[in-house]
């Protein structure tokens, strides 16, 4: 994709929630993996959680951080199947102001390519909550790769045409 050398870029602050019943820090190689592409990019760590499958205690961590000026942008990892514990889409859900569903639709599409009829489980998904991007990505290193590289590096530079998700922050909060 094209980026246009010409414009400045803005780094974004991303938060970064693991939604896992099983994993710390030490354990969490798709947070890990989120953390290092995003600052290898240019972009700040706002900050970086992990919380437990409860969609209750993700809207929670969620709305902690679309209240906070510090955070444009949430990214998740996990969650997102379709297993009893997965509930990560329903959080994101309930913090939503408007979906963006051709987020998930790409996923799936860019995943296809790797894992074939398998990517029918992912529910990725996306949202803006009142002028927050939330990005939802399933918990294995394979699909944030995917969700990052496919998707993600280049609509968070603001120097990528010919649209970008940056550019439409200041605005993200009109009515």
Not at 139 to 146: F, L, Y
Request: hydrophobic share 40%.
């Amino acid at each position: 994709m094209p980026i246009d050398e010409t414009r400045t870029f803005v780094p974004v602050r991303i938060a970064v929630l693991t939604v896992s019943d099983t994993r710390g820090l030490a354990e969490d190689r798709s947070g890990d993996t989120l953390v290092e592409r995003l600052q290898a990019a240019g972009h700040v760590l706002a900050e970086r959680a992990i919380e437990r499958d409860d969609v209750a205690t993700i809207v929670e961590r969620l709305r902690g951080w679309i209240a906070d000026p510090s955070v444009d942008c949430v990214v998740t990892t996990g969650g997102t199947g379709v297993t009893g514990r997965d509930v990560t889409p329903e959080a994101v859900e309930q913090v939503a102001t408007k979906m963006i569903p051709g987020f998930g639709e790409l996923f799936r599409w860019l995943s296809f390519a790797k894992i074939g009829t398998s990517t029918v489980q992912s529910r990725a998904c996306a949202c803006v909550a009142d002028g927050t991007y939330i990005f939802a990505l399933p918990g294995s290193t394979g699909a944030v790769k995917d969700g990052w590289d496919g998707i993600l590096d280049s609509q968070l530079d603001s120097r990528h045409t010919p649209c970008n998700f940056v550019e439409l922050m200041p605005r993200l909060r009109e009515r």
